[in-house]
């Protein structure tokens, strides 16, 4: 293993239980429990896949059966956080079906085409793990496509005054963003910028870990305010669909 892998693991790990500890010092886990236990997790399953390197058949076993359940957390610890912000949101059905129906299909879809798509990955893999690999790639523009619809909702929705929030999903959004452009990276010149392409996401969750550092410090408030009521919001779009469209006409006369 490289130097500078060792060192941005070290760098992780250390991050990481600072993370945790901030969160478990400020009862975090009452709070966003979800993101709590990915970040438990993730560093369970790093520091047991150290220890398993040595043990190749123990370390891939032990890869593909915590892969999914990485896949798992990963997406709702985003969408807590989505929905802390936009709770409001779900008094319409439809997008209340539709974010998380989205990301499903979007999962499921990319593990379908690896299962079946005989060509993927470009190395020897039985059907199973084409199907993981696949969806993890998908996975990271799902949470790149919910970080960015969390900011421009909120935007748009004038939403201010969540710290938390917008660190913790920003920091999602950067690590997704990362392993994508190292994938990106790997598929246009293979093995040219290997460490780049190799280092480039856990640099990515190096910055993301910084930031949910920055927003774990400071106690996470139980009562948050929600984003503007969706109806009203909605309300508001048709009243100036309703003036356009008056002024159009009055136009066209």
Wanted: include cysteine.
């Amino acid at each position: 293993m490289h130097w500078i892998e060792l060192a941005v693991q070290a760098i992780c790990i250390a991050l990481e239980v600072g993370v945790i500890v901030c969160l478990s010092r400020w009862g975090g886990w009452r709070e966003v429990p979800v993101f709590l236990a990915y970040l438990v997790f993730i560093l369970l399953r790093t520091i047991v896949g150290s220890i398993a390197l040595s043990h190749e058949a123990f370390y891939f076993e032990f890869y593909w059966i915590s892969a999914p359940l990485e896949i798992g957390l990963t997406v709702l610890a985003v969408l807590e956080s989505f929905w802390r912000v936009f709770a409001s949101f779900r008094l319409l059905r439809w997008f209340r079906l539709v974010l998380p129906a989205s990301v499903a299909a979007a999962l499921g879809y990319s593990a379908w085409r690896g299962y079946h798509y005989d060509r993927f990955p470009l190395v020897e893999m039985t059907p199973a793990a084409a199907a993981l690999v696949s969806a993890t790639v998908m996975l990271q523009y799902a949470i790149l496509g919910v970080a960015l619809m969390y900011f421009l909702l909120g935007a748009l929705l004038h939403v201010g005054g969540r710290t938390h929030e917008n660190r913790f999903i920003l920091g999602f959004g950067v690590a997704s963003l990362a392993a994508a452009f190292g994938g990106s990276m790997r598929g246009m010149f293979g093995e040219s910028f290997a460490l780049v392409s190799r280092e480039s996401q856990s640099l990515g969750y190096l910055i993301a870990l910084m930031l949910w550092l920055s927003g774990a410090i400071y106690p996470i408030p139980g009562k948050t305010t929600s984003g503007t009521p969706p109806r009203d919001f909605i309300d508001d779009v048709k009243f100036q669909l309703r003036n356009l469209r008056s002024f159009v006409r009055k136009g066209a006369r």
